[in-house]
């Protein structure tokens, strides 16, 4: 007894040995490659403003050290490339730093362009799904609404951006939050449309046909088939939607003159010269991406598992 | 035994072969010895787990042997696998579905440098052996299972290799089509005197076509008997209903039951 | 009043148009293929006829939304303009950018392939990042490369570049375990292997990253116009109409930029046809 619980034991420590060896040698290549990004991020920065720290030598009449110009390059105002600390100086001074009530702080920023993707993805989600729906039950919608869906995604959204903002406008909408959620819910809609004609339609035959000797109705088959196979074809749709439903507010946000949301941050960045703030935002916007991507992961977790669905 | 062992095609000597795992080390192979001469036909048969996948593999220079030795023609596997000593049939036909079935067939041709013409050449007759003549500009999806499989063996036999390496090659089709395929593979090797190792997880199959019939038992996995098949070469179908042939197939049961006894 | 005739007239036009969809999918000739693209059209067709109708049957303001008509009329008006603007924005933007980032994103890929290690690496990051709003680099891009098509073929590269890279990194990881062990045993060398096993296997996930880089690439060559560019191009031509309230110029430009795209995204479709026909998404 106290051996086979021993060994039970040494099993359990192998195990959890061979897992975190598992999960070092899956972080491992990734910590390289961003070493290297960073690493020609670098060099790339000292190549770029290099001609810069140049000129202002010349101009004093100096001539730069190669750790001179290294260390200039580093440090300028307005860099053609900041360097990454530079970035990161910025991006904590913009988030930490600021009361996030400040029109100068990116957490106000960033909370108004995901306020417009929530309500972009909402839309979008909602359409997605009607559409997948009644082209699932309606054969006519399907012959004529996919053509046009697929379409709809080849026609570039920042062509219509504008147009949406003076539709919206002489509409007597008012605020710039409803025509980025429209634009937003335009790219998002179709990967969850799809993924979810894919999903109600993966029942197969067999598990259909079990339902028609139960003698079900269609909407009977709908609910207890239908909908729940649907679940995990939906959740990997959503992933992609939420991305491509903030990629939608930036988009909307960089165009039309907005002067909230990280993608008007970047718009002013460069109005005013101001490549830090530029990269600031579009870090942030990463970030944001990040995390919304893994918040529909975890829920996705969530949900399978407790419908018993997990792979 | 009518093998000498300076003539044998494959020879093996207390073979070895231990997997590295998460669960530990596998012991596929542990002192695995024999040889297989020209133009014999051998079956490894036993039940999942048991090595005889590996072996083959082993022989195909696919798997790598940690102890023991093992030659092919004479060479190690992995100077035989250089020199094109072998033709290798799979579990599955796993033909290139963008290559059309002579496109297939004629893919280890390109590979190994055959001028146009001989390629050609050397597709149209092994299709023909296979039964498959009409069928070449068809694509691989176009065909049932029994033609995809039977394309593979052709797509094998291309080369004009000696050796004919098949790993359960029937095993995903239907019985009727296996049987079928077995009568076929019988006078393939009649008219082609190639030396086959074929393995398989059927009794009657392993009987029905091989000259010597090599029984295989798990952790670890080696070989518990051998079994040389006194059938006469001229195999007909009903030859299975034949007193000698269950015989055969009783020895060959006992075999893998009393493999199996070690395990329990 | 005859502008409630004409727009009774849409919707009655718009009902007959889905009652015959209607009759059609449901026929016995709804694989047809000229009802599977005749059913769509007349969708399509019904909708500009309701469009047309809403607009004139309620006077709407051309200031507004312009009947497809207007619109109709304008691009005739100015095909020479439409045409100064397409070959500014999309051959030379959109596209010149679309195969630099295609062909660097494939020789990276293949640069990578010998090393799993650099794999396992760049899949996860190229993964996040082609999910990120990239487009925002557009400024930047500009700032570094001048207003003129340049700027924008960067943008366009710097887009499509991460969803062409992964999607052929995945790709080439494709061949099964099987079919490497095949060409093991025909002694086959690396360039042998990757051109008759693991490049063909790979076409079908080139194509999903090349049909999504062509949606991208004419985004991010107009959005680069919204940050400056010569007096010509898509997105220049679109943001000073919306100034001037020229919405049926604008609404030309869109139609344009729809019929680019759909093009684009057809020429991928059909040469992935002709390429990876074996695959069975392109099987019927």
Same mark, same amino acid.
């Given at each position: 007894?106290?051996?086979?619980?021993?060994?039970?034991?040494?099993?359990?420590?192998?195990?959890?040995?061979?897992?975190?060896?598992?999960?070092?040698?899956?972080?491992? /290549?990734?910590?390289?490659?961003?070493?290297?990004? @960073?690493?020609?991020?670098?060099?790339?920065?000292?190549? !770029?403003?290099?001609?810069?720290?140049?000129?202002?030598?010349?101009?004093?009449?100096?001539? $730069?050290?190669?750790?001179?110009?290294?260390?200039?390059?580093?440090?300028?105002?307005?860099?053609?490339?900041? /360097?990454?600390?530079?970035?990161?100086? &910025?991006?904590?001074?913009?988030?930490?730093?600021?009361?996030?009530?400040?029109?100068?702080?990116?957490?106000?920023?960033?909370?108004?362009?995901?306020?417009?993707?929530?309500?972009?993805? #909402?839309?979008?989600?909602?359409?997605?799904?009607? !559409?997948?729906?009644?082209?699932?039950?309606?054969?006519?919608? &399907?012959?004529?609404? !996919?053509?046009?869906?697929?379409?709809?995604?080849?026609?570039?959204?920042?062509?219509?951006?504008?147009?949406?903002?003076?539709?919206?406008?002489? *509409?007597?909408?008012?605020?710039?939050?409803?025509?980025?959620?429209?634009?937003?819910?335009? *790219?998002?809609?179709?990967?969850?449309?799809?993924?979810?004609?894919?999903?109600?339609?993966?029942?197969?035959?067999?598990? $259909?046909? *079990?339902?028609?000797?139960?003698? #079900?109705?269609?909407?009977?088959?709908?609910?207890?088939?239908?909908?729940?196979?649907?679940?995990?074809?939906?959740?990997?749709?959503?992933?992609?939607?939420?991305?491509? #439903?903030?990629?939608?507010?930036? @988009?909307?946000?960089?165009?039309?003159?907005?002067?909230?949301?990280?993608?008007?941050?970047? *718009?002013?960045?460069?109005?005013?010269?101001?490549? !830090?703030?530029?990269?600031?935002?579009?870090?942030? #916007?990463?970030?944001?991406?990040?995390?919304?991507?893994?918040?529909?992961?975890?829920?996705?977790?969530?949900?399978?598992?407790?419908?018993?669905? &997990?792979? | 035994?009518?093998?000498?062992?300076?003539?044998?095609?494959?020879?093996?000597?207390?073979?070895?072969?231990?997997?590295?795992?998460?669960?530990?080390?596998?012991?596929?192979?542990?002192? =695995?010895?024999?040889?297989?001469?020209?133009?014999?036909?051998?079956?490894?048969?036993?039940?999942?787990?048991?090595?005889?996948?590996?072996?083959?593999?082993?022989?195909?220079?696919?798997?790598?042997?940690?102890?023991?030795?093992?030659?092919?023609?004479?060479?190690?596997?992995?100077?035989?696998?250089?020199?094109?000593?072998?033709?290798?049939?799979?579990?599955?036909?796993?033909?290139?579905?963008?290559?059309?079935?002579?496109?297939?067939?004629?893919?280890?041709?390109?590979?190994?440098?055959?001028?146009?013409?001989?390629?050609?050449?050397?597709?149209?007759?092994?299709?023909?052996? =296979?039964?498959?003549?009409?069928?070449?500009?068809?694509?691989?999806?176009?065909?049932?299972?029994?033609?995809?499989?039977?394309?593979?063996?052709?797509?094998?036999?291309?080369?004009?290799?000696?050796?004919?390496?098949?790993?359960?090659?029937?095993?995903?089709?239907?019985?009727?089509?296996?049987?079928?395929?077995?009568?076929?593979?019988?006078?393939?090797?009649?008219?082609?005197?190639?030396?086959?190792?074929?393995?398989?997880?059927?009794?009657?199959?392993?009987?029905?076509?091989?000259?010597?019939?090599?029984?295989?038992?798990?952790?670890?996995?080696?070989?518990?008997?051998?079994?040389?098949?006194?059938?006469?070469?001229?195999?007909?179908?009903?030859?299975?209903?034949?007193?000698?042939?269950?015989?055969?197939?009783?020895?060959?049961?006992?075999?893998?039951?009393?493999?199996?006894?070690?395990?329990? | 009043?005859?502008?409630?005739?004409?727009?009774?007239?849409?919707?009655?036009?718009?009902?007959?148009?889905?009652?015959?969809?209607?009759?059609?999918?449901?026929?016995?000739?709804?694989?047809?293929?000229?009802?599977?693209?005749?059913?769509?059209?007349?969708?399509?067709?019904?909708?500009?006829?309701?469009?047309?109708?809403?607009?004139?049957?309620?006077?709407?303001?051309?200031?507004?939304?312009?009947?497809?008509?207007?619109?109709?009329? +304008?691009?005739?008006?100015?095909?020479?303009?439409?045409?100064?603007?397409? %070959?500014?924005?999309?051959? +030379?933007?959109?596209?010149?950018?679309?195969?630099?980032?295609?062909?660097?994103?494939?020789?990276?890929?293949?640069?990578?392939?010998?090393?799993?290690?650099?794999?396992?690496?760049?899949?996860?990051?190229?993964?996040?990042?082609?999910?990120?709003?990239?487009?925002?680099?557009?400024?930047?891009?500009?700032?570094?490369?001048?207003?003129?098509?340049? %700027? +924008?073929?960067?943008?366009?590269?710097?887009?499509?570049?991460?969803?062409?890279?992964?999607?052929?990194?995945?790709?080439?990881?494709?061949?099964?375990?099987?079919?490497?062990?095949?060409?093991?045993?025909?002694?086959?060398?690396?360039?042998?292997?990757?051109?008759?096993?693991?490049?063909?296997?790979?076409?079908?996930?080139?194509?999903?990253?090349?049909?999504?880089?062509?949606?991208?690439?004419?985004?991010?060559?107009?959005?680069?116009?919204?940050?400056?560019?010569?007096?010509?191009?898509?997105?220049?031509?679109?943001?000073?109409?919306?100034?001037?309230?020229?919405?049926?110029?604008?609404?030309?430009?869109?139609?344009?930029?729809?019929?680019?795209? %759909?093009?684009?995204?057809?020429?991928?479709?059909?040469?992935? +046809?002709?390429?990876?026909?074996?695959?069975?998404?392109?099987?019927?």
């Amino acid at each position: 007894m106290a051996m086979k619980s021993e060994t039970g034991k040494t099993g359990r420590l192998y195990r959890l040995s061979v897992w975190s060896v598992r999960r070092m040698a899956n972080a491992l /290549p990734v910590l390289a490659v961003l070493a290297a990004i @960073v690493v020609l991020w670098y060099a790339g920065s000292v190549a !770029m403003n290099a001609k810069w720290a140049y000129a202002q030598a010349e101009r004093a009449g100096e001539t $730069l050290s190669l750790s001179q110009l290294i260390a200039d390059t580093q440090s300028q105002n307005r860099p053609r490339l900041p /360097p990454p600390h530079q970035v990161f100086a &910025e991006l904590w001074d913009s988030t930490v730093e600021k009361k996030i009530t400040s029109k100068r702080s990116l957490v106000y920023h960033g909370w108004v362009t995901l306020s417009a993707t929530f309500q972009g993805f #909402a839309l979008g989600v909602s359409v997605g799904i009607l !559409m997948a729906v009644g082209i699932v039950c309606s054969r006519t919608l &399907e012959m004529s609404l !996919m053509p046009w869906a697929i379409i709809s995604q080849t026609v570039p959204v920042v062509a219509i951006a504008p147009m949406i903002i003076v539709l919206s406008n002489s *509409l007597g909408i008012d605020g710039r939050a409803t025509p980025k959620a429209i634009i937003s819910a335009y *790219l998002c809609f179709f990967p969850v449309l799809v993924g979810m004609t894919k999903g109600l339609r993966s029942p197969d035959r067999m598990q $259909l046909d *079990l339902l028609k000797t139960y003698g #079900a109705s269609g909407a009977a088959t709908f609910r207890k088939l239908r909908l729940p196979g649907s679940v995990p074809y939906l959740f990997t749709s959503l992933k992609v939607g939420i991305a491509a #439903a903030l990629v939608g507010t930036v @988009v909307g946000e960089l165009p039309t003159g907005a002067i909230q949301g990280l993608g008007a941050r970047i *718009l002013i960045g460069d109005q005013f010269g101001n490549p !830090m703030q530029i990269w600031a935002a579009l870090f942030a #916007a990463a970030i944001l991406a990040g995390g919304l991507v893994t918040l529909i992961g975890a829920i996705q977790t969530l949900v399978l598992r407790r419908m018993g669905m &997990e792979q | 035994m009518n093998i000498l062992g300076q003539n044998a095609v494959i020879d093996a000597k207390n073979l070895c072969l231990t997997f590295q795992t998460a669960d530990g080390p596998v012991h596929a192979l542990k002192d =695995v010895s024999l040889k297989i001469g020209k133009g014999e036909f051998v079956s490894f048969i036993g039940p999942s787990g048991c090595g005889k996948t590996t072996l083959l593999r082993a022989i195909a220079a696919l798997e790598e042997p940690t102890g023991g030795s093992l030659t092919v023609n004479g060479m190690t596997p992995d100077e035989a696998r250089r020199n094109r000593a072998y033709g290798y049939v799979f579990q599955a036909a796993g033909l290139y579905p963008w290559r059309t079935i002579a496109g297939n067939v004629k893919l280890p041709l390109e590979i190994m440098g055959f001028d146009r013409a001989e390629q050609e050449r050397r597709v149209e007759n092994v299709l023909e052996l =296979v039964e498959l003549q009409g069928f070449g500009k068809k694509f691989p999806w176009q065909l049932s299972g029994g033609m995809q499989q039977r394309a593979s063996i052709a797509r094998a036999l291309a080369f004009d290799a000696d050796i004919l390496l098949m790993d359960e090659p029937f095993g995903a089709l239907d019985e009727i089509v296996r049987d079928h395929l077995n009568e076929q593979l019988l006078a393939l090797w009649a008219r082609t005197g190639k030396t086959i190792g074929f393995v398989t997880h059927s009794i009657p199959e392993a009987v029905y076509l091989s000259t010597r019939i090599v029984v295989m038992s798990p952790r670890p996995g080696r070989i518990a008997d051998v079994i040389d098949s006194p059938l006469p070469a001229e195999r007909p179908l009903g030859i299975r209903d034949t007193a000698e042939f269950i015989d055969i197939a009783h020895r060959v049961r006992e075999g893998l039951r009393a493999g199996h006894g070690h395990e329990v | 009043m005859t502008g409630l005739w004409g727009l009774w007239a849409a919707v009655a036009f718009w009902v007959v148009a889905w009652a015959l969809n209607v009759r059609l999918a449901n026929s016995a000739y709804r694989q047809a293929r000229a009802v599977r693209i005749g059913v769509p059209v007349l969708f399509g067709v019904a909708i500009l006829v309701l469009w047309e109708g809403i607009v004139t049957g309620f006077g709407v303001s051309p200031v507004i939304l312009p009947a497809p008509s207007a619109i109709a009329a +304008k691009f005739a008006a100015s095909t020479e303009t439409l045409w100064l603007d397409f %070959s500014q924005t999309v051959l +030379k933007g959109a596209l010149s950018g679309f195969l630099i980032g295609a062909g660097a994103a494939f020789a990276t890929a293949l640069a990578v392939d010998r090393s799993p290690f650099l794999q396992r690496g760049l899949l996860p990051i190229g993964n996040f990042v082609a999910a990120l709003p990239i487009v925002g680099i557009a400024p930047i891009l500009v700032n570094w490369f001048g207003f003129d098509w340049q %700027s +924008k073929a960067a943008v366009v590269v710097a887009m499509v570049f991460f969803p062409i890279l992964v999607n052929t990194v995945q790709g080439l990881k494709e061949a099964g375990r099987m079919q490497l062990d095949l060409m093991r045993t025909y002694a086959a060398s690396y360039p042998q292997t990757l051109l008759k096993l693991r490049l063909p296997a790979a076409m079908p996930f080139i194509f999903n990253g090349l049909r999504v880089a062509t949606t991208l690439a004419l985004i991010g060559a107009i959005v680069a116009e919204y940050f400056g560019s010569p007096t010509r191009g898509m997105g220049f031509r679109i943001s000073t109409e919306v100034g001037r309230l020229g919405l049926d110029m604008v609404w030309a430009e869109i139609t344009v930029a729809a019929l680019a795209g %759909s093009v684009f995204y057809g020429l991928v479709a059909m040469l992935e +046809k002709r390429v990876a026909f074996w695959h069975p998404s392109q099987r019927e």
